[in-house]
């Protein structure tokens, strides 16, 4: 699976929007972007996948550059519970149930 | 429909004992993951499972570590002769053919 880069941490204030930047330059034309999340002392959730369309769910929205070196996860209201570590993960649409390689992810604070 | 389960939440061992860790998968999924997460880190493959086969076991170590997944029964990760580097949380996934993972809660293993 190609690499992704994300920031360490970033900080948000509650009721406020924040984007989560996620570069993948060696992205091959097969990879899904897929983030999970992961919350204090609890298993990853998963969060939203997508190939080139900007995607929506009831969690978040996935806005993939058009280039698709490039994406950002979107979540329209921060809350409390949303504190977590972000994951962005390329998975290969051709190989069927792969693992998921998770990098550092970014660690989301959220003020109150 | 119930969420993937692992039990138990919380194991204690001492060094040379056995640990036998067990996931049930969500209903209707036949592929099971387990990954570990080590204090500070990230979460890092083990082992990929189907019903009574192991897909990829690539990222489990050749020693004191197996997995399974009878056809009936939860899916089983037994660590050997445990040592201290073993403490850690061990989460299990499951899935339907190419889709998401779901993650169950984890077992935290303290090895004294």
């Known amino acids: 699976d190609a690499k992704t880069t994300q920031p360490n941490s970033m900080e948000s204030n509650e009721e406020e929007p924040v984007h989560l930047p996620c570069n993948h330059s060696t992205i091959s034309g097969t990879d899904y972007i897929h983030w999970y999340r992961q919350l204090p002392s609890q298993g990853p959730e998963y969060v939203i996948h997508?190939?080139?369309s900007n995607v929506n769910n009831r969690m978040a929205s996935l806005a993939i550059a058009e280039d698709r070196k490039s994406s950002t996860l979107i979540l329209h209201r921060a809350t409390l519970r949303d504190a977590a570590v972000y994951y962005c993960?390329?998975?290969?649409?051709?190989?069927?149930?792969?693992?998921?390689?998770f990098g550092k992810g970014t660690r989301l604070s959220v003020i109150a | 429909n119930a969420g993937v389960m692992q039990n138990p939440r919380h194991l204690v061992r001492r060094r040379g004992q056995e640990a036998r860790l067990r996931c049930s998968p969500m209903?209707?999924?036949?592929?099971v993951y387990w990954y570990r997460q080590l204090p500070e880190e990230g979460l890092k493959f083990m082992v990929y499972?189907?019903?009574?086969?192991?897909?990829?076991e690539s990222g489990m170590p050749k020693e004191r570590f197996s997995a399974e997944f009878p056809k009936e029964g939860p899916s089983i990760l037994r660590i050997q002769q445990v040592v201290r580097g073993d403490s850690a949380a061990y989460f299990c996934?499951?899935?339907?053919?190419?889709?998401?993972?779901?993650f169950g809660p984890g077992t935290r293993l303290t090895v004294l």
């Open positions: 996934a499951s899935s339907p053919p190419t889709a998401e993972q779901f």
């Open positions: 499972l189907q019903k009574e086969n192991i897909i990829d």
């Open positions: 997508g190939l080139t």
């Open positions: 209903k209707g999924h036949s592929h």
């Open positions: 993960i390329l998975r290969d649409g051709n190989s069927g149930n792969t693992p998921l390689v």
